[in-house]
């Protein structure tokens, strides 16, 4: 089965550059979520979209941006990267429309890990 | 509001034992329970959930009980093996502005040795 597709898997960067992740969601989820997972870390919602309208925000910083695109894939910008952006970021998927009470799952993808030098 | 507490790790256990990772939480509504593991090096994969209390979830010789009476979704295995080693992370999923939004505890390291 189609899992979600996280890229580029490993991302090098030095400090003030930007970089940008991308997520396709498993076919036919219109929802998409983006995580963050410092080192030794639970991994901190940072921002969602459902049907390509932001639909919730956590602890994004202004540095970073995201959006969903028509074909549902999205992308994470990060802005004039610090040290401490070095993180593993995990974006998940679901259909918000199969369920009403919270039961839906997330399926994360393997996530992108960025290292800020 | 809504959180997640987990036991603090490393849990470290030889092969064949017992395992109990507690998970407690704190939800108004009626919040869905998760258990994630991620193995090294990898993302994080849902391993069993309970959608309502009195639930059991099961997956892989693991299984997690919703008690709505004490907040809790303790994980259990009644016999781990080395290749349990891992993060477990017990996630809770409500609805917010009309979402799904789902919410981490801090993770358990579990450490099995041979």
């Known amino acids: 089965a189609a899992g979600v597709i996280q890229s580029p898997r490993h991302l090098i960067k030095e400090k003030r550059e930007t970089a940008t992740l991308k997520c396709y969601p498993i076919?036919?989820?219109?929802?998409v979520y983006w995580y963050q997972q410092g080192p030794g870390q639970d991994p901190q919602f940072l921002i969602s979209f459902y049907e390509k309208m932001q639909s919730d925000k956590g602890s994004i910083p202004d540095r970073f941006s995201a959006q969903q695109f028509s074909d549902y894939h999205s992308e994470l910008n990060m802005s004039s990267l610090e040290l401490g952006d070095s993180a593993l970021y995990f974006c998940?998927?679901?259909?918000?429309?199969?369920?009403?009470?919270?039961?839906?799952?997330?399926?994360f993808g393997a996530g992108s890990r960025l290292t800020v030098l | 509001g809504n959180s997640v507490t987990q036991m603090e790790g490393p849990v470290t256990l030889s092969e064949e034992a017992f395992l109990t990772i507690n998970c407690t939480y704190t939800a108004t509504g009626y919040p869905s329970l998760f258990w994630y593991v991620q193995y090294p090096g990898e993302g994080l994969q849902l391993l069993l959930k309970?959608?309502?209390?009195?639930d059991k979830g099961s997956n892989k010789g693991f299984e997690a009980t919703y008690r709505k009476e004490t907040t809790s979704f303790h994980l259990e295995k009644g016999s781990v093996q080395v290749s349990d080693s891992a993060v477990y992370f017990c996630a809770l999923s409500f609805v917010s502005g009309g979402y799904n939004k789902l919410i981490f505890g801090a993770g358990t390291r579990l450490a099995v040795h041979p």
């Open positions: 076919p036919r989820h219109d929802t």
């Open positions: 309970a959608t309502k209390a009195d």
């Open positions: 998940a998927s679901s259909s918000n429309r199969a369920s009403s009470s919270g039961a839906n799952v997330l399926t």
